[in-house]
């Protein structure tokens, strides 16, 4: 069984930065994609940042140029760098792993950007 464990969300002023970072008890070299999701109240989950074989990134146009996603191979964690941030930037937000056959997800944590 493959455990998740996000930390780094809090509150934080509109233009402030925070990181969240995923945990997992397996070797990260064991997925193929890593990702983070968010989910606001009302909304949808939607995929903010993405990273797969070959470590090609992808980001949401939202969060382009604001957020970025990295690994340490050595601790088997996956960040989310989040600079610039905005009140529509608050929601709940989830790693997810994923090996191909079997995604695995976060337990989520809270971001929430206000004065």
């Known amino acids: 069984q493959v455990q998740l464990v996000e930390s780094g969300g809090g509150l934080v002023q509109p233009g402030g930065s925070l990181r969240l970072s995923c945990a997992t008890s397996?070797?990260?070299?064991?997925?193929?994609?890593m990702a983070w999701y968010r989910q606001a109240p009302g909304k949808e989950r939607e995929l903010v940042a993405q990273i797969t074989t070959g470590d090609r990134t992808n980001y949401a146009d939202s969060v382009k140029g604001r957020f970025t996603l990295s690994r340490d191979n050595a601790k088997n964690t996956v960040y989310l760098q989040m600079n610039s941030l905005k009140p529509e930037d608050t929601a709940v937000y989830y790693c997810?792993?994923?090996?191909?056959?079997?995604?695995?997800w976060g337990q989520g944590t809270q971001v929430t950007v206000s004065s």
């Open positions: 997810m792993l994923s090996t191909g056959y079997s995604n695995y």
């Open positions: 397996r070797s990260i070299f064991s997925f193929d994609a």
